[in-house]
C-alpha cells in the first residue's frame, strides 16, 4: 500500500500543479502605422497589452519588426475572451554622455496608450488567433 501512495505522489503534484499547461489561446499580429510596417530598427521598440474586459489575466506581447506575440506572466499564450488593447511604440535615441536615460520618441499618437481611449478591442477564441493593428496619426 505504501509503494502504491508513493508511486501516486508525483501524478498528484502534477494534477494539483494543473501540469504546467499553457492558456488554451494564442494571439500573434502585426502592426502598422498609417499602413507603414513598424521600423524593424534595433532601436525600435514597443508593447502590446491586453486587459480582459471581464474577470482574468492581464497579457502582453513585446513587439519586434511590427510582430508581437502575446503571453500571460511568464507562459505563452492567453484565455478566451474580450480584450481591450493598448499599443506602446518608441524609437530610442541614443544614450546621452550625462549617464541620464536615452530620450524615447513616440511613434502614434498618446491615446493608442491608454485603455479607455485607444479604441482598439479584440476577441480571442480558444486555439490560436491573428489580430493585426492599424494604428493612424
Known sequence: MRR???SLLPVLALVVAGCGESPPATLTGEITIDGDPIP???NVSGTV???PTARGAAAYGSVHAGHYEVKTGDGS????GTYDV???I???GQAPASGNPPSQTLLHPGHYEQREHSGLQCEVKKGANTYDIALER
Request: glycine share 6%; net charge negative; no cysteine.
Open 49 to 51: 497589452m491586453l486587459y
Open 4 to 6: 502504491l501512495l508513493l
Open 77 to 80: 499564450g492567453l484565455e478566451p
Open 40 to 42: 524593424s530598427e534595433s
Open 86 to 88: 493598448t499599443v506602446r
Open 90 to 92: 518608441v524609437e530610442i
